[in-house]
């Protein structure tokens, strides 16, 4: 699932397409969504929230929409835009000016609501790591609400804090020296501050390119410390990362991790060999 800084330069590039402009069409293909009555309409603004897009529209209406897993946004010349572009099944959204269209692909969540009604789809979401108003300690209160849950899976909640996915808490949790499955309340306000810290400055450090990076590397197979490198050899200590499950089913996610550098097996991690990620050796494929 795209993350924070993802959808932070998606609006970023959108906005810079559209706002401004009056829209010349707006075409919402899902279920009984109707766009029309945005043609003619200027964009005021695109804001990301979280892991929300928020496309803000004169005449006081929002278009909110969300990548979940395999979502995106394309920007193109309206010039070619034609027939073909338009027949994509994958195209959920298609929203454009006379210069720029935007496309929204295997998006996995459109609205369309009045603006003043936005609090009812983020409203629920904790303080916007990467936004304007991010509030730091409300951040670490909302996560030492539940004690005892592991942090991994805390962090991973965005009613806690808005905009960190799997990538950015498994680096962190990593840099960190945390125990994923660590409870809350063992890391204390002062670790659980510089975690919450570490996450924020590594998002900070990709919002201007494309290409993310934790490690200061953007050479290809350099660019992360444990993320996405299960059964391969760990960059600090040289034993194998690994991954496992943390949170309850059905919202648990996965976690790369060092077991010598962060504390030992997970409590989901029954220790047998996990191969590379595409590999045929191991389990580890399944993830």
């Known amino acids: 699932m795209p993350e924070g800084d993802v959808v932070f330069r998606t609006a970023r590039r959108l906005n ?17 969504l109707d766009g029309s009555g945005l043609v003619g309409r200027e964009t005021l603004e695109l804001v990301p929230r979280g892991k929300h897009l928020l496309h803000r529209v004169a005449g006081g209406w929002t ?28 195209l959920r959204v298609v929203v454009g000016t006379a210069g720029w269209t935007a496309l929204g692909l295997r998006l996995g969540m459109v609205d369309l609501v009045r603006t003043e009604r ?42 806690n804090l808005a905009g960190i996915g799997t990538l950015y808490a498994a680096e962190s949790l990593f840099l960190e020296k945390v125990h994923p499955w660590a409870p809350v309340t063992t890391l204390g306000e002062e670790r ?54 943390v949170g309850q089913a059905p919202a648990d996610r996965v976690i790369f991790y060092c077991p010598t550098c962060q504390g030992g ?12 990620l595409g590999s045929s050796r191991g389990r580890s494929g399944r993830y």
Not at 75 to 85: C, K
Not at 265 to 276: A, I, K, M, N, S
């Open 118 to 159: 936005e609090g009812e789809l983020v409203g629920h979401l904790g303080p916007d790591i990467l936004g304007p108003d991010w509030d730091a300690a409300l951040a670490l209160a909302n996560l030492g609400a539940e004690p005892e849950r592991p942090v991994g899976e805390a962090l991973l909640d965005q009613r």
């Open 265 to 276: 097996l997970g409590p989901t991690d029954d220790g047998r060999p996990q191969g590379p």
């Open 16 to 32: 810079e397409a559209l706002a401004g402009v009056p829209l010349v069409r707006a075409e919402l293909r899902w279920g009984e």
């Open 192 to 245: 659980l501050g510089a975690l919450v810290g570490r996450a924020r400055r590594l998002m900070h450090a990709n919002l201007g390119d494309g290409r993310q990076t934790t490690t200061g590397s953007r050479r290809n197979g350099e660019e992360k410390w444990v993320h996405g490198r299960s059964g391969r050899e760990c960059r600090r200590c040289g034993s194998l990362v690994r991954v496992a499950a």
């Open 63 to 90: 278009l909110h929409t969300h990548l979940r897993m395999e979502g995106s946004w394309q920007v193109m010349s309206t010039a070619d835009v034609g027939l073909r572009t338009l027949a994509n099944r994958q």
